[in-house]
C-alpha cells in the first residue's frame, strides 16, 4: 500500500475560521472579516506536516490501561527519558507514575520516542498536539498526563492543547 502525502492546502480549512459579522450584514464587510480571522501561522508551517496530532491514549501511549489500575498513580518513578532516541546524553526525569498497589503506568518505547521527538525537534512546533481517550478513570488520566515527563520538568500535559478523557 502506497500512501501519498498531500502540502498542506490552508484554503481547505478556511471554512472551519470564525468571521465577525457586520451589523448590516454587508458581504464586502463579512470577507474582509473572514479574511483577518483567517490569518495565521501558515507560512510557517511545513506543507509536508499534520496541522495537528490526536493520540489515544490507554494501550496506545502507555500501559497499563486506566481502568486496570486499583487506584490513582501519583508515585513518581524515575528513569532515562531519553532511553530510545538517538540522543548521546542520558536525560532523567518522570518516566511513570506508580500507586500504592504497585502499578505502574509507563509510555511505550516508541510512544515515548515520538513525544520526545514532538518536543525536541524544532520543525514540530507549529503542530497541535490532542489526546482522546474514553477512560473510565479520566482522574487517573489526566495524573498520569500531569506526572509524566518527557523532558525533565516538561510533562506530556505541557505538549497538549487539546484533550477528551472521559465518556462524556
Known sequence: TTISLQPYNP?????FTTTKMSPNNNNENNEQAGAKA???TDKDHDPYL???IVFDLDDCLW????HELYSKPTIPVKGILNEHTLSSKEIKGVVGLSNHHGD???LYDGARQALYELATNPKYQ?????VASTSLEPS???ACLEGIEI???HTMRDMITYHQIGRN
Open 104 to 106: 505502574t503506568v509507563r
Open 38 to 40: 483567517s490569518t495565521n
Open 11 to 15: 484554503s481547505l480549512y478556511n471554512k
Open 151 to 153: 523532558l525533565p520538568g
Open 50 to 52: 499534520p496541522t495537528m
Open 140 to 142: 487517573y488520566s489526566y
Open 126 to 130: 507549529n503542530v497541535i498536539i490532542g
Open 63 to 66: 500501559t497499563p490501561e486506566m
